[in-house]
């Protein structure tokens, strides 16, 4: 069985392979090669994953029209290849940022999307274009709106947390509670090649989360027990943090509003959907996969 893929260099993309290279066949296929995809280049592939696409970029120095040019015209050239090709299955990976920035309560796929940045814009317009074509017996597409994903490999947030625990500095904003939704790519992996294996899921829009979501002062804790430390969370009044972070505003310090709503903002997402349509269990807990994730940080 075979499998084209897009954006195997990436972290993703790099577990990804490693996971299904024992059941199938891979393919894949450069930036070049997805510029200029035609619908010969995807026959004799069961399935396509396109995970290539412009990431958010946090430092907002990309201009908008490169969000737009990847993330929206890339997918549709590969959409459009994959209708006329003799491959099944379309899987896209989007972004739960596609339906919303923020979240109030518990975020679920019957939510109105409203994206705020060009990155979630960029990936809405995607799943859209996807959506809204007619789709011919025998194909199936699927949009998966992860979360936060982390895993071997992954050189985000979690991993400068990491750092910082390592070194024993404190963590200074144990007094808010929070809860996030993560993604371990090892949970995701399992739910990919779930979609291509089963013959029976619908096509549809799902988020893709762990089962259960984790306060910042949890991940602090697995994290620290990785390195053998107590965790040091400093409970400094939560006023007081906020007073801070508004003189930050004033006089441009590290910590302002923005960032610290960041650290401490609550984003829950549920994967209810996606499990009644498996109707199977992830691999991994939360919790598991955090502490999987924090070990192979110890490698690194």
């Not at 609550?266 to 919790?287: F, G, I, M, T, W």
């Amino acid at each position: 069985m075979k499998l084209t893929l897009t954006g195997a260099t990436g972290f993703v993309g790099v577990n990804l392979k490693r996971y299904l290279n024992k059941i199938l066949t891979i393919q894949s296929l450069s930036r070049t090669e997805l510029n200029e995809s035609n619908p010969e280049m995807l026959n004799g592939s069961k399935a396509i994953v396109h995970l290539a696409g412009k990431a958010h970029d946090l430092k907002k120095v990309s201009s908008p029209d490169a969000y737009y040019e990847v993330n929206h015209e890339l997918t549709k050239k590969l959409y459009d290849s994959f209708l006329k090709s003799d491959a099944s299955i379309f899987i896209f990976i989007s972004s739960v940022k596609a339906a919303a920035d923020k979240v109030e309560g518990i975020l679920t796929e019957n939510e109105v999307p409203v994206p705020e940045t060009h990155y979630g814009k960029s990936k809405f317009m995607a799943e859209q274009y996807i959506t809204n074509q007619p789709l011919p017996p025998g194909k199936s597409y699927f949009i998966l709106r992860p979360c936060m994903i982390h895993g071997e490999g992954n050189k985000g947030n979690l991993n400068l947390l990491y750092q910082i625990i390592r070194k024993g500095i404190p963590y200074p904003l144990g007094a808010f509670d929070n809860k996030r939704s993560f993604l371990s790519v090892e949970n995701l992996c399992f739910v990919i090649q779930e979609l291509i294996l089963q013959r029976d899921i619908p096509s549809g829009i799902y988020n893709v989360a762990d089962d259960e979501p984790l306060s910042t002062n949890e991940v602090v804790t697995i994290l620290s027990a990785s390195l053998n430390k107590k965790p040091r969370l400093w409970h400094i009044p939560a006023n007081l943090i906020r007073f801070i972070a508004n003189v930050g505003d004033k006089l441009l310090l590290p910590l302002n509003t923005e960032r610290l709503d960041k650290l401490t903002e609550s984003y829950v997402v549920s994967n209810d959907k996606l499990r009644k349509a498996l109707n199977k269990q992830l691999p991994l807990s939360s919790k598991e996969g955090l502490k999987i994730t924090a070990l192979s940080f110890l490698k690194s």
